[in-house]
T-cell receptor, first 115, second 110 residues
Protein backbone atom coordinates (compact mmCIF):
# COMPACT_ATOMS: atom_id res chain seq x y z
CA UNK A 1 0.00 0.00 0.00
CA UNK A 2 1.88 3.01 -1.28
CA UNK A 3 -0.87 5.56 -0.74
CA UNK A 4 -2.63 7.83 -3.21
CA UNK A 5 -0.29 9.45 -5.74
CA UNK A 6 -0.90 12.45 -7.95
CA UNK A 7 1.00 13.80 -10.92
CA UNK A 8 2.22 16.33 -11.61
CA UNK A 9 2.71 17.91 -8.19
CA UNK A 10 2.90 21.38 -9.70
CA UNK A 11 1.65 22.79 -12.99
CA UNK A 12 2.06 26.31 -14.32
CA UNK A 13 0.17 27.15 -17.47
CA UNK A 14 -1.00 30.13 -19.46
CA UNK A 15 -4.62 31.14 -19.62
CA UNK A 16 -6.45 29.31 -22.38
CA UNK A 17 -4.28 26.19 -22.32
CA UNK A 18 -5.57 22.72 -21.49
CA UNK A 19 -4.15 20.75 -18.55
CA UNK A 20 -4.57 17.17 -17.38
CA UNK A 21 -3.89 15.74 -13.95
CA UNK A 22 -3.57 12.10 -12.96
CA UNK A 23 -4.49 10.32 -9.75
CA UNK A 24 -3.48 6.77 -8.82
CA UNK A 25 -5.58 5.51 -5.91
CA UNK A 26 -4.71 2.90 -3.33
CA UNK A 27 -5.05 -0.48 -5.00
CA UNK A 28 -8.35 -2.26 -4.36
CA UNK A 29 -10.09 1.03 -3.53
CA UNK A 30 -13.30 1.21 -5.50
CA UNK A 31 -14.09 4.89 -4.93
CA UNK A 32 -12.10 7.86 -6.17
CA UNK A 33 -12.85 11.51 -5.38
CA UNK A 34 -11.64 14.84 -6.72
CA UNK A 35 -11.64 18.01 -4.60
CA UNK A 36 -10.43 21.55 -5.23
CA UNK A 37 -8.87 23.76 -2.56
CA UNK A 38 -8.23 27.47 -2.92
CA UNK A 39 -6.02 29.49 -0.60
CA UNK A 40 -7.42 29.84 2.90
CA UNK A 41 -10.36 27.54 2.27
CA UNK A 42 -11.14 23.91 2.91
CA UNK A 43 -11.35 21.47 -0.01
CA UNK A 44 -14.55 21.49 -2.05
CA UNK A 45 -16.01 18.37 -3.63
CA UNK A 46 -15.88 18.17 -7.43
CA UNK A 47 -16.81 14.62 -8.40
CA UNK A 48 -16.48 10.96 -7.50
CA UNK A 49 -16.32 7.57 -9.17
CA UNK A 50 -17.31 4.16 -8.00
CA UNK A 51 -15.23 1.81 -10.09
CA UNK A 52 -15.40 3.34 -13.58
CA UNK A 53 -18.80 5.02 -13.14
CA UNK A 54 -18.93 8.74 -12.40
CA UNK A 55 -21.78 8.93 -9.90
CA UNK A 56 -21.90 12.56 -8.81
CA UNK A 57 -20.66 15.91 -10.07
CA UNK A 58 -20.69 19.20 -8.24
CA UNK A 59 -22.07 22.32 -9.87
CA UNK A 60 -18.50 23.61 -9.44
CA UNK A 61 -17.52 21.26 -12.27
CA UNK A 62 -18.20 23.48 -15.28
CA UNK A 63 -18.30 22.11 -18.81
CA UNK A 64 -14.59 22.95 -19.14
CA UNK A 65 -13.82 20.22 -16.62
CA UNK A 66 -13.95 16.52 -17.40
CA UNK A 67 -12.93 13.55 -15.31
CA UNK A 68 -12.50 9.94 -16.30
CA UNK A 69 -11.66 6.67 -14.66
CA UNK A 70 -11.57 4.38 -17.68
CA UNK A 71 -10.68 1.06 -16.09
CA UNK A 72 -11.74 1.71 -12.55
CA UNK A 73 -8.14 2.28 -11.47
CA UNK A 74 -6.37 5.61 -12.12
CA UNK A 75 -8.31 8.77 -12.92
CA UNK A 76 -7.62 11.90 -14.94
CA UNK A 77 -9.00 15.38 -14.50
CA UNK A 78 -8.79 17.66 -17.53
CA UNK A 79 -9.41 21.38 -17.56
CA UNK A 80 -9.91 22.95 -20.96
CA UNK A 81 -9.32 26.62 -21.76
CA UNK A 82 -7.93 27.33 -18.29
CA UNK A 83 -8.83 30.58 -16.54
CA UNK A 84 -7.01 32.36 -13.72
CA UNK A 85 -9.84 31.37 -11.40
CA UNK A 86 -8.88 27.72 -11.91
CA UNK A 87 -5.68 28.28 -9.92
CA UNK A 88 -5.97 25.99 -6.91
CA UNK A 89 -4.77 22.77 -5.33
CA UNK A 90 -6.52 19.75 -6.85
CA UNK A 91 -6.76 16.88 -4.40
CA UNK A 92 -7.60 13.27 -5.10
CA UNK A 93 -8.80 10.77 -2.51
CA UNK A 94 -9.70 7.10 -2.62
CA UNK A 95 -11.64 4.74 -0.40
CA UNK A 96 -12.95 1.23 -0.11
CA UNK A 97 -16.72 1.60 0.06
CA UNK A 98 -18.58 -1.42 1.39
CA UNK A 99 -22.15 -0.24 1.78
CA UNK A 100 -21.62 2.30 4.54
CA UNK A 101 -19.61 5.44 5.10
CA UNK A 102 -16.00 5.16 3.99
CA UNK A 103 -12.67 6.63 5.07
CA UNK A 104 -11.08 8.70 2.35
CA UNK A 105 -7.30 8.76 1.96
CA UNK A 106 -5.88 11.83 0.28
CA UNK A 107 -3.02 12.27 -2.12
CA UNK A 108 -0.48 15.13 -1.94
CA UNK A 109 -2.37 17.22 -4.50
CA UNK A 110 -1.53 18.99 -7.74
CA UNK A 111 -1.04 22.73 -7.44
CA UNK A 112 -2.20 24.54 -10.58
CA UNK A 113 -1.16 28.11 -11.33
CA UNK A 114 -2.78 29.79 -14.32
CA UNK A 115 -0.93 32.90 -15.50
CA UNK B 1 -27.12 22.38 2.16
CA UNK B 2 -24.46 21.35 4.66
CA UNK B 3 -22.17 24.08 5.97
CA UNK B 4 -19.20 23.54 8.26
CA UNK B 5 -17.73 26.36 10.32
CA UNK B 6 -14.48 26.30 12.29
CA UNK B 7 -13.55 28.64 15.11
CA UNK B 8 -11.06 30.17 15.64
CA UNK B 9 -9.65 30.84 12.18
CA UNK B 10 -6.16 31.10 13.67
CA UNK B 11 -4.59 30.36 17.01
CA UNK B 12 -1.13 31.00 18.44
CA UNK B 13 -0.13 29.37 21.72
CA UNK B 14 3.08 28.75 23.67
CA UNK B 15 4.46 25.24 23.74
CA UNK B 16 2.93 23.01 26.38
CA UNK B 17 -0.53 24.55 26.41
CA UNK B 18 -3.68 22.49 26.06
CA UNK B 19 -6.01 23.82 23.37
CA UNK B 20 -9.43 23.29 21.85
CA UNK B 21 -10.49 23.72 18.25
CA UNK B 22 -14.18 24.02 17.44
CA UNK B 23 -16.25 22.81 14.52
CA UNK B 24 -19.97 23.20 13.87
CA UNK B 25 -22.19 21.87 11.10
CA UNK B 26 -25.72 22.79 10.06
CA UNK B 27 -27.26 19.44 9.09
CA UNK B 28 -27.11 16.59 11.61
CA UNK B 29 -27.70 13.91 8.93
CA UNK B 30 -24.02 12.98 8.79
CA UNK B 31 -22.39 9.55 8.57
CA UNK B 32 -19.25 10.59 10.41
CA UNK B 33 -16.93 13.48 11.21
CA UNK B 34 -13.20 13.62 10.61
CA UNK B 35 -10.41 15.87 11.73
CA UNK B 36 -7.52 16.34 9.31
CA UNK B 37 -4.14 17.99 9.52
CA UNK B 38 -2.67 19.86 6.56
CA UNK B 39 0.90 21.15 6.43
CA UNK B 40 1.64 24.09 4.09
CA UNK B 41 1.41 23.08 0.44
CA UNK B 42 0.70 19.45 1.31
CA UNK B 43 -2.20 17.02 1.19
CA UNK B 44 -4.41 15.99 4.10
CA UNK B 45 -3.61 13.58 6.89
CA UNK B 46 -6.56 12.04 8.73
CA UNK B 47 -6.18 12.40 12.51
CA UNK B 48 -9.43 11.08 13.94
CA UNK B 49 -12.73 9.76 12.58
CA UNK B 50 -15.86 9.67 14.73
CA UNK B 51 -18.81 7.63 13.50
CA UNK B 52 -22.21 9.30 13.88
CA UNK B 53 -23.12 6.84 16.65
CA UNK B 54 -20.00 7.64 18.67
CA UNK B 55 -19.32 10.46 21.10
CA UNK B 56 -15.54 10.68 21.01
CA UNK B 57 -12.28 9.24 19.73
CA UNK B 58 -8.77 9.48 21.12
CA UNK B 59 -5.35 9.11 19.56
CA UNK B 60 -2.32 9.96 21.65
CA UNK B 61 -2.53 13.62 22.68
CA UNK B 62 -5.61 14.19 20.53
CA UNK B 63 -9.21 13.79 21.61
CA UNK B 64 -12.19 14.57 19.42
CA UNK B 65 -15.79 14.75 20.57
CA UNK B 66 -19.02 14.79 18.61
CA UNK B 67 -22.44 16.09 19.63
CA UNK B 68 -24.50 15.30 16.58
CA UNK B 69 -27.75 16.73 17.92
CA UNK B 70 -26.24 20.17 18.47
CA UNK B 71 -24.06 19.98 15.37
CA UNK B 72 -20.76 20.46 17.18
CA UNK B 73 -17.36 18.81 17.46
CA UNK B 74 -14.23 19.75 19.32
CA UNK B 75 -10.62 18.69 18.87
CA UNK B 76 -8.61 18.80 22.07
CA UNK B 77 -4.81 18.83 21.79
CA UNK B 78 -2.94 18.19 25.02
CA UNK B 79 0.53 19.51 25.78
CA UNK B 80 0.98 21.19 22.43
CA UNK B 81 4.35 21.04 20.65
CA UNK B 82 5.89 23.14 17.85
CA UNK B 83 5.47 20.13 15.55
CA UNK B 84 1.71 20.47 15.96
CA UNK B 85 1.81 23.70 13.95
CA UNK B 86 -0.39 23.16 10.91
CA UNK B 87 -3.89 23.79 9.60
CA UNK B 88 -6.56 21.61 11.17
CA UNK B 89 -9.62 20.84 9.06
CA UNK B 90 -12.93 19.43 10.18
CA UNK B 91 -15.06 17.53 7.65
CA UNK B 92 -18.39 15.73 7.77
CA UNK B 93 -19.45 12.91 5.48
CA UNK B 94 -22.73 14.14 4.04
CA UNK B 95 -24.27 12.06 1.30
CA UNK B 96 -21.37 10.63 -0.65
CA UNK B 97 -18.85 13.41 -0.08
CA UNK B 98 -16.86 15.21 2.54
CA UNK B 99 -17.88 18.77 3.37
CA UNK B 100 -15.01 20.72 4.90
CA UNK B 101 -14.67 23.75 7.09
CA UNK B 102 -12.15 26.45 6.21
CA UNK B 103 -9.74 25.25 8.88
CA UNK B 104 -7.95 26.59 11.94
CA UNK B 105 -4.33 27.65 11.46
CA UNK B 106 -2.43 26.63 14.58
CA UNK B 107 0.98 27.96 15.55
CA UNK B 108 2.72 26.55 18.60
CA UNK B 109 5.62 28.74 19.70
CA UNK B 110 8.71 27.23 21.30
Amino acid sequence: DTGVSQNPRHKITKRGQNVTFRCDPISEHNRLYWYRQTLGQGPEFLTYFQNEAQLEKSRLLSDRFSAERPKGSFSTLEIQRTEQGDSAMYLCASSRFEGNADTQYFGPGTRLTVL
Amino acid sequence: KQEVTQIPAALSVPEGENLVLNCSFTDSAIYNLQWFRQDPGKGLTSLLLIQSSQREQTSGRLNASLDKSSGRSTLYIAASQPGDSATYLCAVTFGNKLVFGAGTILRVKS
